[in-house]
């Protein structure tokens, strides 16, 4: 009774550990139980050096003394040994399986730990590339101007005002300018009547200059009596000099004010006109076009920016939702250690309910344990575990030497950790 | 500036061409004393064989401007084209009087 419990146990516990083992190795494992039961000598392909070379090199035995098959070593022993052995070797397997899982799911927190810890600091460094990018598309759309803080739109929009200000006050100037002209020919105008006035004086102090010389002479005619109109005579002829000596000064003062004027003249000519030709326009015309360009780059890095903002945030998130999801770490380990504390109850229970340990003395077939433990080793495709698991049963010195050279071999899936 | 004129009643019209610069502006006051004599409702400067102008031929269209104002009369350019136009354009004197371009749309 007890034994065929066992037996069922046995079965049971190689299905749950095969579990995490991969199906084709399930199907050795289930291939090798029905071997037993049905105690027939299966040439298993693994345990045969002659025929696979990877198995060969890796049990190289010293004294070069053949491997037996599992199914060979049971042969010699009778079912109660088997059986003790069997649940000897599962137990020991276990042990090792256990420390295995407690090991990956040290190593699964470990991992989780060290990239929650990277992710957070690729969120924070995705928050802080957003914000930078936020207060460049600030600096890009406004400019400093002392206190103030003015949009690049509002400081080109003025700028353009500004200019149209600008041409405002040149017509202005330029209006003034002719009206100041016509002022000016007003004032030539007054200058020239002033000029015939005086042309007029000198023409009646001509007159008076003969009427004055007429009057000296008649006075000398008229002799003795005439000696008081000579006297009055020459005073009219000095005062006729006199006149005609201001009309001269009165002709070249304006004379000095009609030059002046015209320089006014060519002054005001020079204010009132500003070029206007096609260059100048076109002048205008780039510099409005480089203004609206000016603007439409603006805001074609701004929207950049934005975009670029956007990104980092989604990136921000996905990080975020990615630590969320490192939590199922936890879970992991939870399941794993639900699947050691079930094993480790089984253990007891087995302990408990199976044949007395003590009735089993370590190693009854050392042949037989090592050809089973080396049945085991070859499903580990990792060579680092196979070793391992080898140490356990004794099987290191028998391949030790190998160790070195099996690393250099493809022989086992090592080369996947460089990945 | 070459200038031609006529008045039929309310309407006076003013036929300016070639280029209106500063040394126009003898003239430019004369006609503008002759549109204030005439005493029409309407004014149209017919610029359309005028191919430039300066700032002083602005100058010259404001106190043209002015004096419609103060006399009661309405001024309209009519015919702009090329640099005129823009040169037009550019200060905004569609803001201080009627400006009609040339319908080629030079």
């Known amino acids: 009774m007890v034994v065929s419990n066992q037996a069922e146990i046995l079965e049971d516990e190689d299905t749950d550990v095969f579990l995490f083992e991969d199906e084709d190795n399930d199907d050795d494992a289930l291939l090798f139980a029905e071997d037993l039961e049905q105690d027939e000598v299966l040439a298993h392909p693994a345990a045969d050096p002659d025929v696979d070379p990877e198995d060969a090199h890796s ?13 060979d070593a049971a042969s010699e022993l009778d079912e109660r040994t088997r059986l003790l052995e069997l649940s000897a070797i599962q137990d020991k397997s276990l042990r090792f399986l256990m420390g295995e899982i407690e090991g990956t799911s040290q190593d699964v927190e470990d991992t989780s730990a060290s990239l929650t810890q990277r992710f957070s600091e690729m969120a924070v460094s ?16 406004y400019v400093q101007v002392n206190d103030d803080r003015i949009s690049t739109q ?5 700028l353009m005002a500004g200019l149209e200000d600008f041409f405002k006050k040149v017509i202005f100037l330029s209006s003034r300018g002719v009206k100041m002209s016509y002022t000016l020919d007003d004032m030539f105008k007054v200058l020239e009547k002033m000029q015939q006035s005086i042309g007029e004086i000198e023409r009646i102090n001509k007159q008076t200059n003969l009427l004055a010389l007429n009057a000296k002479i008649e006075a000398a005619r008229a002799g003795d009596a005439g000696k008081g109109f000579e006297v009055v005579a ?41 070029d206007l030709s096609d260059e100048n326009i076109e002048t205008h015309a780039r510099l409005k076009l480089m203004t609206s360009g000016f603007i ?13 903002t956007e990104a980092s945030q989604l990136i921000e998130r996905q990080i975020s939702s990615s630590i969320v999801e490192l939590q199922f770490q936890d879970r992991v380990k939870q399941r794993l250690e639900g699947v050691n504390d079930a094993i480790i109850r089984m253990q007891q229970l087995v302990q408990e309910a199976g044949p007395d340990a003590d ?30 698991y080898a140490v356990q049963f004794g099987l290191q010195a028998e391949h030790e030497g190998s160790t070195s050279s099996a690393n250099a071999s493809s022989a086992d899936d090592d080369d996947i950790e460089l990945f | 500036m070459d200038l031609t004129t006529e008045h039929q009643g309310n309407q006076f019209t003013a036929f300016l061409s070639g280029q209106l610069k500063y040394q126009d502006n003898t003239e430019f006051r004369r006609l503008i004393e002759e549109i204030n004599a005439a ?20 100058g010259m269209l404001v106190i ?43």
């Open chain 1, 154 to 158: 509002s400081l080109a929009e003025g």
């Open chain 1, 234 to 274: 020459d005073e009219v002829r000095v005062l006729a000099n006199s006149v005609n000596e201001l009309s001269n000064d009165l002709k070249s003062q304006t004379t000095q004010v009609t030059e002046g004027l015209e320089g006014g003249y060519a002054i005001i000519r020079d204010i009132a006109t500003v």
């Open chain 2, 39 to 58: 005493k029409v409702r309407n004014c149209v400067f017919d610029l359309s064989q005028l191919t430039a102008i300066d700032s002083a031929g602005l």
């Open chain 2, 64 to 106: 043209a401007s002015d004096n419609s104002e103060t006399h009661g009369w309405e001024i309209v350019l009519r015919g702009v084209k090329g640099q005129v136009r823009k040169v037009l354009d550019l200060s905004r004197f569609d803001k201080l009087m009627t400006v009609i371009p040339d319908p080629s749309g030079e």
């Open chain 1, 296 to 308: 439409a780059q603006g805001k074609a890095v701004t929207e950049a920016l934005d975009r670029s």
């Open chain 1, 126 to 141: 995705a928050r802080d590339l957003s914000q930078v990018v936020q207060s460049l598309s600030d600096d890009v759309m």
């Open chain 1, 359 to 388: 009735a089993a003395p370590e190693a009854l077939s050392p042949d037989f344990r090592q050809a089973v433990a080396r049945e085991i080793a070859a499903v580990f495709k990792l060579g680092e575990l196979r070793d391992a």
């Open chain 1, 59 to 71: 049990v190289i035995q010293d004294d070069a003394e053949p491997l037996r098959s599992v199914a």
